[in-house]
């Protein structure tokens, strides 16, 4: 049930009348059904998946509270995190591994073969097994204490609105608020940030959609600018897809009257990847941050060990969006970003330049450069093999991406000229809207709600219309449903 | 009070606005074939409030049955014959249309409807649930809700329902972004639309994708058996109590011409589904056109519809069939 489809509005409309009319103290359970409802709606045998994560780290992270043994307490916490990480290891990764290793043999010479599996991949799985990790370390931790309510816990593992693509929630912030369900009050700002995320959805990424797939398959096929209008396009498109699942996630937890974190909050307008990645699915890369980098030893460690630390985090960040080398490789890439932008002389020869000029252009060329090595590294996301990465990078790199002459020829033998300047538009106004005013949905719709209840009105139906309308017949589904 | 006066008042604004814009657009009539095809279909009812004999279905039911033809053969005049069919309209949209019928309190002396074996294929598509919201009476909406619980994404029907009862627009979406397009690129050179339909991939690649999609292919699920079964008994009963005699025609498509093992064991499925519906009601009789009918792919122009000489074969094997079921009556 994807948020987008009228099979989960009509889902939305029976769980919320159900839970508007029926008493407070029945909204637990009533959620606990609908989330399970939900999930079991994709596939019902993965229902067992979400309930076992789910009991585990219940039973480990009350283990490792009453635990005074130091000893027993870590092993406890790696049976938390062998358990979830085994899991996602055999459902998301075996094939990949097996395969890769078959393949690296092969090229050896060596004759090998293995057994593949063909493991359908849970959906959210990446998601909740991270929540649920997380919740059991911070207890490690001493950060949090345990849930002593299995209802509680088994909502906060499997919350619908957030279930299957994040925002990925830390217990200390989700869990408390969901202890006082009976209690909460609807926040009907979530309406405004509803109809956002469905009109970036339906309307703009859904739309970009057909663009991405013409220039994208067989890209050795393609015009070298066309495939940079489809890398412009994908930019587009995965970031509406995204950040608009994610408000609409919000929007619905606030319609029950939770909050739920931001994903978002104009990633375009990032100067640097640092920043770039406090703008970009903040949960997952505060979750690495905090989890994964820090651990690592994070800042500390000496000239090599930073540069490693994110390295390996990026790394581990890239394989975990899928089981496939070119997700390793964008991990890659962003690393070196990270690493090259941390370089002392970079850093001081954009300080220079921000001298020379007032700070609004160096700012925009700023910017507008960093956006371009995200595309480029949005590329290699996109990409459907290794081969194509080369053939993708290859072409954007090369003198023929300038060679616009003959591209324009082909632009005018196919006629499609006024609907790539519409795209554009499309595009630019995103980019321009970030670069203008550098905030989340979440501000968008606050100001919105800090007007007359018309202007609320309006603002909702307005996209929600917009979206209906603009629809494609088969729009795709959400990208991040696939990790 | 005076604040929520003013609140009351923009929220009509919007929403009025909303249902002018909304008219505007699933109105016109330049916009939506499906939306125009029942518009069309019920001007002949209008034209025809004597008929006593009707065909009912999508165009593959009516394209090769004249209705002047058809008089004959039944020995009545034209004008009591009643083209009810539409374009695209399988047994959902159908079964709507009957309802629609029974509620007008129409009746017939004879009525006929046809299927093919891909009409038990269930493409969600939104026009179709744009034809059933169209035309069922809002006292059958819970039959059509009950009939969407056999489908594998029952909530998907429930929510276009929903949906397009609230926007019309909505259901003619492929129907606004044609008129977008048509907009955006001077609809006054139909040449050089046609041109870029046949060029739209030239901006971004040097050769075309090469589609290997293979025609009529089709799962057969359950699921959408169940559901087109469903929405099939319904209609059937539907027919039979509007008509003194219902003749159920099963008609072939261009799978039929493909001769193995798995498509021959489908068409045994279709007739056998079809039979033991028909068997069920007294006044109903199916007029089998698959077997021994139209198998050769030469015969049809598409996928579903027969050329000149294909409609000649079915028409001379309707007739024997149907003197056979007169006879046998």
């Known amino acids: 049930m994807v948020f987008t ?13 159900a839970w508007l009319a029926l008493p407070r103290r029945a909204r637990k359970p009533l959620l606990l059904v609908g989330s399970y409802l939900f999930y079991g709606s994709w596939n019902p045998h993965f229902l067992w998946l979400i309930f076992g994560s789910t009991l585990l780290d219940f039973a480990v992270g009350r283990a490792v509270h009453r635990s005074a043994d130091p000893r027993r307490r870590k092993q406890l916490v790696t049976l938390s995190v062998v358990g979830n990480l085994g899991v996602l290891a055999f459902f998301k990764y075996f094939d990949f591994f097996v395969g890769s290793a078959v393949q690296g043999l092969n090229a050896l010479g060596l004759d090998a073969s293995a057994p593949v599996l063909e493991v359908v991949l849970p959906v ?22 345990p849930s002593d309510d299995f209802v509680d816990f088994a909502l906060y593992v499997s919350f619908f609105p957030q279930l299957v693509a994040g925002p990925i929630e830390r217990a200390k912030h989700l869990l408390p608020q969901l202890k006082d369900l009976a209690q909460n009050r609807a926040d009907w700002s979530g309406l405004g940030l509803i109809a956002l995320g469905a009109f970036k959805k339906v309307a703009i990424a859904d739309n970009m959609a057909a663009l991405v797939e013409l220039t994208y398959t067989q890209p050795e096929q393609a015009w070298a600018p066309a495939l940079w209008i489809g890398t412009y396009a994908f930019a587009i498109q995965i970031y509406c897809d995204f950040s608009g699942y994610s408000d609409i996630a919000v929007g619905l937890g606030r319609l029950m009257g939770l909050d739920i974190i931001q994903n978002f909050r104009s990633p375009y307008a990032a100067a640097g990847p640092s920043e770039f990645w406090r703008r970009w699915h903040i949960s997952l890369s505060s979750w690495l941050r905090d989890y994964l980098y820090i651990p690592l030893g994070g800042n500390r460690g000496g000239w090599v060990g930073v540069r490693r630390n994110l390295m390996l985090t990026m790394l581990l960040g890239g394989l975990w969006h899928g089981a496939a080398w070119n997700f390793v490789l964008w991990g890659f ?12 002389r970079l850093n001081a020869w954009g300080a220079r330049l921000a001298q020379g000029w007032t700070r609004l252009p160096t700012a925009l060329v700023r910017r507008l450069v960093f956006f371009h090595l995200v595309a480029l ?56 809207s970030q670069n203008l005013w550098a905030v989340g949905s979440d501000d968008v719709v606050a100001r919105v709600w800090r007007g007359p209840v018309g202007l609320r009105v309006a603002f909702t139906a307005t996209l929600i219309y917009a979206a209906a309308v603009l629809s494609p017949e088969a729009p795709p589904p959400f990208i991040y449903f696939q990790f | 009070m005076k604040a929520r006066i003013t609140v009351g008042l923009w929220l009509a604004l919007v929403l009025a606005a909303l249902g002018v814009a909304d008219h505007f657009i699933s109105s ?20 025809k409030p004597q008929a006593r004999v009707a065909i009912f279905g999508s165009s593959t039911s009516k394209d090769w049955l004249p209705e002047g033809w058809l008089a004959g053969l039944l020995k009545v005049p034209t004008a009591t014959v009643l083209d009810a069919h539409i374009n695209g309209c399988h047994q959902g949209c159908t079964w709507a249309e009957v309802r629609e019928f029974r509620r007008a309190g129409r009746r017939f002396d004879t009525v006929f409807f046809g299927t093919n074996l891909f009409q038990l294929c269930e493409f969600p598509h939104t026009k179709r649930v744009l034809q059933q919201q169209l035309m069922v009476p809002p006292g059958d909406v819970p039959g059509l809700l009950g009939k969407y619980l056999h489908a594998q994404t029952p909530l998907l ?51 075309p994708i090469q589609a290997e999609k293979p025609p009529l292919s089709c799962e057969y699920t359950a699921d959408s058996v169940a559901l087109k079964r469903a929405f099939t008994e319904g209609l059937l009963g539907d027919l039979a109590a509007i008509s003194g005699r219902v003749y159920l025609m099963l008609l072939p498509d261009r799978t039929r011409s493909l001769r193995d093992p798995e498509h021959s064991a489908r068409w045994a499925q279709h007739l056998a589904l079809h039979t033991a519906l028909a068997e069920a009601l007294p006044n109903v009789t199916v007029i089998d056109l698959v077997t021994d009918g139209v198998s050769d792919a030469r015969h049809f122009r598409d996928g579903f519809h027969l050329n000149a000489e294909g409609m000649k074969r079915q028409r001379t094997l309707f007739q024997q069939r149907l003197a056979a079921a007169e006879g046998g009556r």
């Open chain 1, 124 to 145: 959210g799985i990446s998601f909740y097994t991270f929540q649920t990790m997380s919740y059991t370390i911070d207890i490690y931790r001493g950060q949090l204490e």
């Open chain 1, 333 to 344: 890439w962003h690393g070196a970003l990270l690493i090259a932008f941390r370089a002392e």
């Open chain 1, 377 to 432: 590294g949005w590329a290699l996301f996109r990409a459907e093999s290794l081969a194509d990465c080369a053939t993708l990078f290859g072409a954007l790199l090369s003198p023929d991406a300038l060679a616009w002459g003959p591209w324009l020829q082909a632009v005018t033998a196919s006629g499609e000229a006024p609907y790539l300047l519409g795209m554009g538009a499309v595009a630019l106004t995103v980019f321009i």
């Open chain 2, 157 to 207: 029907y429930m929510g276009r329902l929903l949906g397009i009862s609230l926007s019309g627009a909505y259901g003619d979406t492929a129907a606004v972004r044609a008129r977008i397009e048509k907009l955006a690129y001077d609809d006054a050179d139909p040449r050089a639309r046609a041109v870029r339909r046949h060029n739209h991939w030239r901006w971004a690649r040097q050769r």
């Open chain 2, 28 to 47: 016109g009539r330049s916009i939506g074939w499906e939306r125009n095809s029942v518009r069309n279909s019920r001007a002949r009812w209008a034209k």
């Open chain 1, 5 to 17: 489809t009228p099979q989960f509005v009509a889902f939305f409309v029976l769980f919320f009348g």
